[in-house]
């Protein structure tokens, strides 16, 4: 079963960057697909972006795009995301998700990071 483990957030300045890296543990990585998800203080869990096993990007979620970029190493087990232009509204524990090709829902997760963008 494989296992994810998030890193890299922190406490950022509006208009900073951060790169939150996803590394995963266990056989065939590169055979799932990984999403990063967030939830702030409040609100339901958002989806924000996945990519699949080749690297192709399947969709960014609106409020990110053009200042969010996901990418995978399948040689390091790691996914991705550059976030970029942080906004407060970013503010929120981030979570990255796997699933196998034919899955509907995301069986596996990692245990989150906290990303604060301060204003």
């Known amino acids: 079963q494989l296992q994810l483990v998030e890193s890299g957030g922190g406490l950022v300045q509006a208009g900073g960057s951060l790169r939150l890296s996803c590394v995963a543990s266990?056989?065939?990585?590169?055979?799932?697909?990984v999403a990063w998800f967030r939830q702030a203080p409040g609100r339901e869990r958002e989806y924000v972006t996945s990519?699949?096993?080749?690297?192709?990007?399947?969709r960014y979620a609106d409020s990110v795009k053009g200042r969010f970029t996901i990418s995978r190493d399948n040689l390091e087990n790691t996914v991705y995301l550059q976030m970029n232009d942080l906004e407060p509204e970013d503010t929120a524990v981030y979570s990255c998700?796997?699933?196998?090709?034919?899955?509907?829902?995301?069986?596996?997760w990692g245990q989150g990071t906290q990303v604060t963008v301060s204003s």
């Open positions: 990519i699949l096993p080749s690297g192709g990007v399947l």
């Open positions: 266990g056989r065939l990585f590169s055979n799932y697909i």
């Open positions: 998700a796997a699933k196998g090709r034919f899955e509907t829902q995301w069986p596996i």
